[in-house]
């Protein structure tokens, strides 16, 4: 094998490290990883989920939501940090304060999002809005309203993040950020080619690519 692209990896540095020295060249997705002396890893491809996070949190304040809840995924999960972290800052900067309460991890999926959505809402009944980790998980959410006797965007507004082929279809539809995961394939591609056959990459010239999420507005919150 001459190389990997490794995509959204959860594990800590230490084994992450031990893993990677097994391979001689590695492209890392949606994870970052300071590279040491003789490392394998010769780029990294990232989206910007931290511009991601604070969209979305932005276009929720600009709609007159102070109570803004997050549920912000695996916690080792670097691209729920980075969401997490641009959700903090954009609220502060508007002069809203992040509560911690208001924040919960969870799975990245629709059992996920129910579940923690019904815990957050049972316990912080004021929050009027939720910024979710991923739209399986605002998927979850919606089902939890339902459930909770919640109107959706009128009692509760929810976005989710990646612009999935279900994100239209559900009702209402969701406003998400919009990831061009096409893209993101093909520049990670393309630089692991471009090290194999064409022009090694160095070490020391670790090549970072950072692609830029886009908000996408719908119904549930308009």
């Known amino acids: 094998m001459d190389g990997i692209i490794l995509c959204s990896s959860r594990l800590s540095p230490g084994p992450l490290r031990v893993m990677l020295a097994h391979y001689p060249a590695v492209v890392m997705v949606n994870q970052q990883l300071i590279p040491v002396e003789g490392t394998s890893i010769i780029g990294t491809v990232l989206l910007d989920d931290e511009?991601?996070?604070?969209?979305?949190?932005?276009?929720?304040?600009?709609?007159?939501?102070?109570?803004?809840?997050?549920?912000?995924?695996?916690?080792?999960?670097?691209?729920?940090?980075?969401?997490?972290?641009?959700?903090?800052?954009?609220?502060?900067?508007?002069?809203v304060e992040p509560l911690p309460k208001w924040i919960?991890?969870?799975?990245?999926?629709?059992?996920?999002?129910?579940?923690?959505?019904?815990?957050?809402?049972?316990?912080?009944?004021?929050?009027?809005?939720?910024v979710c980790y991923n739209d399986l998980v605002a998927v979850g959410v919606l089902q939890a309203a339902v459930g909770m006797g919640l109107r959706v965007p009128e009692?509760?507004?929810?976005?989710?993040?990646?612009?999935?082929?279900?994100?239209?279809?559900v009702t209402p539809p969701l406003t998400t950020c919009r990831v061009d995961r096409e893209a993101l394939g093909w520049r990670a591609a393309s630089l692991l080619i471009q090290h194999?056959?064409?022009?090694?990459?160095?070490?020391?010239?670790?090549?970072?690519?950072?692609?830029?999420?886009?908000l996408v507005i719908r119904a549930s919150a308009p």
């Open 51 to 95: 511009l991601g996070g604070g969209l979305v949190a932005n276009h929720l304040v600009h709609r007159g939501h102070r109570n803004i809840g997050c549920l912000s995924g695996p916690a080792t999960s670097f691209s729920g940090q980075q969401r997490e972290r641009g959700y903090r800052t954009a609220l502060i900067a508007a002069g």
């Open 155 to 169: 009692d509760l507004a929810v976005t989710g993040y990646d612009d999935i082929h279900l994100a239209a279809l």
């Open 196 to 214: 194999i056959s064409i022009a090694p990459i160095s070490s020391n010239g670790l090549e970072t690519i950072i692609l830029k999420p886009e």
């Open 104 to 130: 919960k991890p969870c799975l990245p999926t629709v059992e996920g999002g129910l579940f923690a959505s019904r815990l957050l809402l049972s316990q912080h009944p004021e929050i009027t809005a939720l």
